[in-house]
């Protein structure tokens, strides 16, 4: 069965960095999604993508993200400047449609230091 | 405000047996609700959509009730295996405007042998 993908696993990075998360969504689905759990706390919507552009995004989400999908498989969500509550596992998801299940990756989990 | 609830936080049982897990939620005009299986370091996987003219949806083990008039949700594990031992999350979704669905906190099942 066809998954979505995110690499690295794990990201360890010192504060004020920049960290770039991947994910390569499921091939006919054209929704993506950022979502972000911080440890023992519910998941939380960052940013949903279509059609090439940002569809919605979170309070959660300011200045110092960004979203690209920069070929046709890639999904990628930018982190410019990391803060120690960025830590957090971030994860990917893509679907067929805006109502469709959400297929989850198994997440990054981003350790900022 | 668009909030979803769900008890018990945190649930553990024997092998074997039956459990229920309840939702309530305030998200309005509702669409859908969605139960999802997250297993420890893993994405959610989705279990089961309910929508407003649904009462009751079965996935195997797995039974999700929606009463949406008193805006409540249930899922109930029947015969519970050890693999069942995971976070429950509730999602729930609104009709028209903002796509951004609201996760709930997710009770915790740990099930022994």
Redesign the interface.
Known sequence: EPE?TQTPSHQVTQMGQEVILRCVPISNHLYFYWYRQILG?????LV?FYNNEI??K?EIFDDQFSVERPDGSNFTLKIRSTKLEDSAMY?C?SSTD??S???????TRLTVT | KNQVEQSPQSLIILEGKNCTLQCNYTVSPFSNLRWYKQDTGRGPVSLTIMTFSENTKSNGRYTATLDADTKQSSLHITASQLSDSASYICVVNRAGGSYIPTFGRGTSLIVHP
């Open positions: 979505v706390q519910k998941v939380e919507f949903s569809s919605e979170s994860f998801a805006s109502l299940p959400l297929h989850f990756g198994n997440g």
